[in-house]
C-alpha cells in the first residue's frame, strides 16, 4: 500500500474544514420568522390531502394549498369564542 492510501490514524485525523467556513450565528427576527413559516407548515399539514398529496395535477394542488391558506388566516383574523 502506498502512504497516501492507508488509512490516517484516528488519533491524529483532524477534521478538513474549507478556508472559508464561517459559523451561522441566527438573530432573533430570523428566528422569529423561521418559526413562523415552520408552524405554517405543520398546520398545513393537518390538512390530509396537502400532506399526502392526493391531488393528481400540480394544478389542483396548488389550488389545495391557496385553500388551505385561506382557511387559516380566515381562523387567525376570526375572534374566537
Same mark, same amino acid.
Given at each position: ?8 490514524? /484516528? ?5 478538513? *474544514?474549507?478556508?472559508? &467556513?464561517?459559523? =451561522? ?8 420568522? #423561521? $418559526?413562523?413559516?415552520? /408552524?405554517?407548515? $405543520?398546520? *398545513? /399539514? $393537518? =390538512?390530509? !390531502?396537502?400532506? &399526502? #398529496? &392526493? ?8 389550488? !389545495? *394549498?391557496? *385553500?388551505? !391558506?385561506?382557511?387559516? =388566516?380566515? #381562523? ?6
Amino acid at each position: 500500500m502506498t502512504p497516501s492510501h492507508r488509512k490516517p490514524d /484516528r488519533r491524529s485525523a483532524r477534521p478538513s *474544514l474549507c478556508a472559508t &467556513f464561517q459559523t =451561522w450565528t441566527p438573530t432573533s427576527s430570523l428566528y422569529a420568522e #423561521r $418559526n413562523t413559516v415552520e /408552524r405554517c407548515i $405543520n398546520r *398545513l /399539514r $393537518n =390538512w390530509r !390531502g396537502i400532506a &399526502f #398529496r &392526493f391531488d393528481k395535477t400540480p394544478a389542483s394542488y396548488e389550488a !389545495g *394549498l391557496y *385553500l388551505c !391558506g385561506a382557511m387559516l =388566516w380566515l #381562523r387567525s383574523i376570526t375572534p374566537h369564542s
